[in-house]
């Protein structure tokens, strides 16, 4: 797939997801809101993070920005809004959402998909949507015989998904008859349990896909249409997260989201197409 048909695809898909609407950016007034006011007097803005392309890309080379991506640019702009400085904690797949209820950082701008069980304890700032791929080896019989992504819901095909990750349950419930396998790892996808035959296929995220095709063209993805960038597979929306019950803090957040779309928007398209 040519890579503007890939920067295509991420804006026709953001286009799509609806916004929180014409709100404007204002801060809180002093008194109002408890987390806004603790961040001005401390100071610092404290956000977590983890690499997840296109969102929020590190910086490993040393020198300029940290970070890149929708999320970077959000929370900048909210920490120049609030006068303070930003200050980034790493965190993992397992612990980017327990953060904000250990009170350890005030937004996980680790990018997250909306999730029933993540809507029970966080409050979304959405900012872009996602859909799921199953990726597998070609050289798999069991891989390369299925047409569909309904095909590897078999007793024979193994699945493997990243504990913790919102991929989980998605993997459990859709496919019921398949055997799962929970790994704990650094990387974004279980990419190594594929590549040893420990699985047979794993989710990747939609927009991720065609990088990972680039780079090791022995992998292959289902749907098999388009390339699966017209997955409707486990659709979501995406975006950051703070701790429930700060409707000051969530209001306020949602209406620099929605001033900033324009610019979040080109930067994960241009981010998608930097990868191909």
């Known amino acids: 797939m040519k890579r503007l048909d890939i920067a295509a695809?991420?804006?026709?898909?953001?286009?799509?997801?609806?916004?929180?609407?014409?709100?404007?950016?204002?801060?809180?007034?002093?008194g109002t809101s408890p987390r806004?006011?603790?961040?001005?007097?401390?100071?610092?803005?404290?956000?977590?993070?983890?690499?997840?392309?296109?969102?929020?890309?590190?910086?490993?080379?040393?020198?300029?920005?940290p970070w890149s991506g929708p999320a970077w640019i959000l929370a900048n702009e909210v920490a120049d809004q609030l006068?303070?400085?930003?200050?980034?904690?790493?965190?993992?797949?397992?612990?980017?959402?327990?953060?904000?209820?250990?009170?350890?950082?005030?937004?996980?701008?680790?990018?997250?998909?909306?999730?029933?069980?993540?809507?029970?304890?966080?409050?979304?700032v959405h900012y872009s949507s996602t859909s799921v791929c199953m990726f597998g080896l070609n050289s798999n019989p069991k891989f390369a015989e299925a047409k569909t992504v309904d095909d590897l819901n078999k007793p024979e095909i193994t699945i493997a998904f990243l504990l913790g990750a919102v991929e989980e349950t998605w993997?459990?419930?859709?496919?019921?008859?398949?055997?799962?396998?929970g790994v704990i790892t650094s990387a974004l996808i279980p990419i190594d349990e594929?590549?040893?035959?420990?699985?047979?296929?794993?989710?990747?995220?939609?927009?991720?896909?065609?990088?990972?095709?680039?780079?090791?063209?022995?992998?292959?993805?289902?749907?098999?249409?388009?390339?699966?960038?017209?997955?409707?597979e486990k659709a979501q929306p995406v975006g950051m997260a703070i701790a429930k019950g700060q409707e000051k803090f969530l209001n306020y957040l949602r209406a620099v989201a929605d001033e900033l779309k324009g610019e979040m928007q080109a930067a994960e398209a241009q981010i998608i197409a930097e990868q191909l």
Not at 171 to 181: C, S, T
Request: hydrophobic residues 45%.
């Open 9 to 30: 695809y991420a804006i026709a898909a953001m286009i799509a997801f609806p916004t929180v609407g014409s709100l404007a950016a204002e801060v809180p007034a002093p």
């Open 194 to 232: 594929v590549l040893a035959h420990r699985a047979d296929a794993a989710p990747i995220n939609r927009i991720q896909w065609p990088a990972l095709q680039a780079r090791m063209p022995e992998l292959g993805a289902l749907p098999r249409e388009a390339n699966c960038q017209e997955s409707t």
């Open 83 to 124: 006068g303070v400085r930003l200050e980034t904690v790493p965190v993992s797949n397992e612990t980017k959402i327990p953060v904000l209820a250990a009170n350890q950082v005030d937004i996980s701008i680790a990018p997250l998909a909306e999730s029933p069980e993540r809507l029970e304890v966080v409050d979304f």
């Open 171 to 181: 993997v459990k419930e859709r496919f019921p008859n398949a055997q799962h396998r």
């Open 36 to 65: 806004i006011d603790a961040i001005k007097q401390a100071g610092v803005l404290k956000v977590a993070v983890i690499h997840n392309t296109p969102w929020l890309v590190e910086n490993t080379t040393g020198s300029g920005e």
